[in-house]
């Protein structure tokens, strides 16, 4: 099955990557919550303990104040509590003695009656103290208290009379000037600090949601934005690496879009087709591209399954073999897109498949002909007997003698052809080694000189060098080569010529090249492709046999034969040999 992956692949996120972020997220904003309402009730008591110090304070600076100049009484320090207790916030000011007994109070009924039995009072001190209480109508309390210090003692009152309304004083001032145990409370409304703090602890919560989903984001959009640049390092890389391959595989590649454009191709198929890849995108492919191509691409349309096609394309004149495959594209969504075509260069491949085919045939006629051959040698060798035998019988006989003369000759040439036959129709076994290759061009120009210069024909080995020039071949076979190639020569120039020999170094391939040319006739162009097939032959007496062997002996080492012939002007054979043995 094949898989499909949509654009947005690179923004999906993994389950556990959310609940690992919620994990380390939701403790962290519930600590921070906690510690924030924590701090802010903390906060709160503290002001409220200050707001209750400070009324105590006041309260004290007050009393000290009427008892010492304005001859405060009892009376007097009531009224200054009720009057102080009228505050919104202060639910009642009292004070009492050692026990806990009530002395005064913002409201004056409750005076005599016990504040707080469970309340050690001998540990209260001149340090503020609070504590949060509930009353008994389920009102909560803030109560700040501490010792009760109004005055240094009773010497405030020494210059007169204390009067029965000043019981409290006297409580307050004994007569030993030490300070009476007595203790000062301030009881808070918690209403509006308890509203405060549940509006507080709300907007709290309400914040570490906020920023717990921040966060959440945050680290969503982390994630989202590594995901994108890895997708596009990923993309480009792997943009880079096709980009790579589709311009340097070995195959062209062609793509036309819906509307019938060339939106893009390759080295590969700029150099098979001729044609620019800068001068052909954006044009119609009618336009640019053989019509056979064309053709194609509209059968692809037609077709479900991608096409494979060996198809003759005219190219600059030349036509060229081409396997295509041809295939419709289309989206992930389906939407038709346009079309690919690879083109392969087959017509090499072509070539040699039919020189194939040739030399299974030329080797099914060499099995032949060895046949055969062995079969006429026997009867031309007791024909060549009877023929020496009647030549002998009648030597006086002028006609009879010079008719088995002709019988002799002929059956020798049979059997020269059926040795050429034979050689050419058994394997090619070559013994290489490394020779020099001028002691062998000049021992072979030397059995030819007398034959060339008697029928007016000049050999120039001028261009040949003093120094060996070394080659990996079997020197006998090639001797055989060259006999060949200079007799062809020879029986081309007919009215005299110049027979040349050169060689040729090629470092970068390690070969070289012997060069045969003459100033004969030449080889017509219809019969170049011919040349070396077996029995092909322009001459009247040839057997057509001669280059069919030179050109398997020098494949037999590993080379080429090349000729370049010009009618009326002359032939070029030159002979690629190894320049060393193959490591």
Known sequence: MKDRHTNQDWIRISPWVIVGAFIVLVPIFAFMTMKN???????????????????????????????????????????????????????????????GKILAHNQPMLIGRMHEENLDYAAIDERIQSRQITRSDGKPVFEVYRRFIPSQGRGLFRHRRMTPEDMLLSHMFPENYQQPAITIFVGLDMDPIVKTMRESTKQSILNAVILLLIGFSGIISIIVAYNYRVARANLSRIKAFSDSIVENIPVGLLFISESGRIVTMNNACEKMLRISCLESVSRYAADILPPQLVALSQEALRSSEILIREIDVPVQGKNMLFETSASVLHDDDGHFLGYIILLRDITEIRHLKREMQRKERLASLGSLAAGVAHEIRNPLSSIKGFATYFKERYKDVPEDKDTAEIMIREVERLNRVIGQLLEFARPMNVQQRTIDVNGILRHSLGMIRKQAASQGITIDAQDLADEPVYAYIDQDRIGQVLLNVYLNAIEAMTNGGVLKIWIEKDEVNDTIAINVSDTGCGIPGADIGRVFDPYFTTKQSGTGLGLAIVHKIVEAHGGQVKIASTEEKGTTVSLILPAKEEE
């Open 37 to 99: 309402v924590k701090t802010q009730q903390d906060n709160m008591i503290m002001l409220m303990r200050e707001k209750g110090d400070a009324l105590i304070r006041s309260f004290e600076a007050g009393a000290r104040t009427g008892a010492m100049g304005l001859n405060w009484s009892g009376i007097q320090i009531q009224r200054l509590i009720m009057e102080t207790a009228e505050q919104p916030d202060i639910l009642y000011i009292l004070i009492t003695d050692h026990n």
